[in-house]
């Protein structure tokens, strides 16, 4: 099969490798599409050690070969049986574990769900980790109500994006940040009701609590937790996934415990948090945004657009 491999130094190669011999449980899929995320490009900025070469990537949909199923890639390996955090051993699709950068990927049955019916392979390939780790953050983990504000940090990630669209749908006030207008209008056009540019606003904190009250901060940020915490009403909670501005954080304790604050940690989601998600999006109004589809030889290029900023997700195809 054609795959894209991490090698020595982060190089990316096209190249033609074995294809994959699943394991008993396991299954094979042929890949139609596969996405990028934040992840691959610490895979291959050596953030994750791990034994070189390897096939990054994360997301993926394609069809099942021994049954001929449509089937979206659930990216989770061995979260195990509790609901409130993963098993110890757990690991992410694509490092150390060969992804989806791929014409082929081996990974157990259980990690394999059917096609949202009307997707395109490249909204469904879009869909799974990005859209997971949004919707646990949302609601099994900061517990969103309908009728409550949210302020979604940082407005044109795939995670951002779909955070956006899974609040508006479940009855939710959403606001955003950007340093781009453009970013916040297109965010208005996924179901925002506004937001906030921080690149020109003297007290963005204060701005976001001018359109509040904000009952949760969804932080993908890291270093922006007390900025989070500054938007928030007193009793608020902030859900944190990320650290893409950095991954230490100052906290003004009292200022804390006297607004009587939730701050809360979550990543991915169990196997119950994506069929519950899958359900959720049978009926939903919108699709997976997508901002550029990229050559799977070509991964290279599309991990640069990715670093450069970008609105949506950006997909792979084998052809």
């Not at 019916?117 to 780790?133: D, H, I, K, M, Q």
């Amino acid at each position: 099969m054609q795959a894209v491999r991490v090698h020595a130094g982060g190089e990316l190669r096209f190249e033609s490798v074995a294809d994959p011999v699943p394991s008993a449980g396991e299954v094979v899929v042929e890949l139609r599409a596969s996405a990028l995320n934040r992840r691959d490009l610490l895979v291959c900025g050596g953030t994750y050690p791990m034994e070189l070469p390897v096939i990054p990537g994360s997301d993926g949909a394609g069809v099942r070969r021994d049954t001929g199923e449509e089937v979206v890639v659930y990216p989770m390996l061995g979260w195990g049986d509790r609901e409130d955090a993963p098993a110890p051993g757990n690991a992410i699709l694509g490092g150390p574990r060969d992804g989806t950068y791929a014409e082929l990927v081996a990974l157990p049955a259980e990690n394999v769900f059917p096609r949202p019916r009307g997707w395109s392979w490249e909204e469904a390939a879009a869909f799974p980790l990005a859209a997971l780790t949004a919707y646990r953050a949302l609601f099994p983990r900061a517990g969103l109500r309908e009728g409550e504000t949210v302020l979604v940090l940082g407005a044109g990630s795939g995670v951002s994006a779909f955070a956006v669209q899974l609040a508006a749908q479940a009855g939710a006030r959403v606001l955003v940040t950007s340093s781009s207008d453009e970013r916040i209008e297109r965010a208005r056009e996924l179901g925002a009701a506004g937001g906030v540019n921080y690149a020109t606003a003297a007290d963005w904190p204060a701005a976001a609590r001018e359109l509040g009250p904000v009952d949760l901060v969804v932080d993908s940020v890291g270093s922006t937790w007390q900025q989070s915490l500054d938007c928030l009403r007193p009793g608020g909670r902030v859900v944190v996934f990320g650290g893409t501005g950095g991954i230490e954080a100052l906290l003004q304790v009292r200022p804390f415990y006297f607004g009587q604050f939730t701050l809360l940690g979550t990543t991915m989601g169990s196997p119950r948090d994506f069929e519950a998600l899958l359900r959720l999006v049978r009926d939903a109004p919108w699709r997976p945004v997508i901002d550029r589809v990229f050559p799977l030889a070509e991964a290279a290029a599309a991990q640069r657009h990715l670093a450069r900023g970008h609105f949506g997700k950006i997909v792979l195809t084998p052809s």
